[in-house]
């Protein structure tokens, strides 16, 4: 009889053990998909940021200063609109539109320039701080405020930033 009780008590602490096994793997199983479903929202907003950028540039080019003077530049408001419209038009298209804010500066001349504390938040694109563009161009800053899905319990639903900055420019052949 001492041994049926014993099995017993071992078969019940194995069950208990078991059930906090597979609590710990869903945890960690959501865990992961929680960082795969940042990572991927990353990278979509810096192609997004980037794709703005670079239709900036190429729609805001001022083919008269190339005519006029040899050397191309960008018109500041046909590139800011561009990068900006495009910007929209994707962040529309994903549904984040009222998660996002951004920046955009246009360089528009042809001489090395500094936009102090842009991007705002250092290594959002994976540079050490401030932009310093040598030939005509568009920087895009852009911020997502994320709200975990599976996490949001750790830390009480505070939205998760997203920073990525991408840049495009323009040269003279």
Do not use: C
């Not at 008269?64 to 910007?87: K, N, R």
């Amino acid at each position: 009889m001492k041994r049926s009780l014993s099995v017993k008590r071992e078969s019940g602490q194995t069950t208990a053990a078991a059930m906090l096994a597979v609590l710990v793997l869903v945890v960690l199983a959501a865990g992961g998909v929680e960082l795969a479903r940042l990572g991927a929202l990353r990278l979509w907003a810096y192609r997004a940021a980037e794709a703005a950028a670079v239709t900036g540039t190429s729609l805001g080019r001022d083919y008269a200063a190339y005519i006029a003077g040899g050397e191309i530049s960008l018109e500041i408001a046909a590139a800011f609109a561009a990068a900006e419209e495009t910007l929209r038009q994707e962040l529309d298209a994903k549904g984040v539109s009222a998660l996002a804010s951004y920046d955009i500066r246009v360089h528009a001349d042809n001489k090395p320039g500094l936009y102090s504390g842009f991007p705002p938040v250092a290594h959002a694109g994976m540079i050490p701080g401030d932009w310093a563009p040598t030939a005509p161009g568009v920087g895009v800053y852009l911020e997502l405020r994320i709200t975990p899905v599976m996490y949001g319990w750790i830390n009480g639903n505070a939205p998760i930033p997203l920073r990525v900055f991408a840049a495009a420019s323009v040269v003279t052949p």
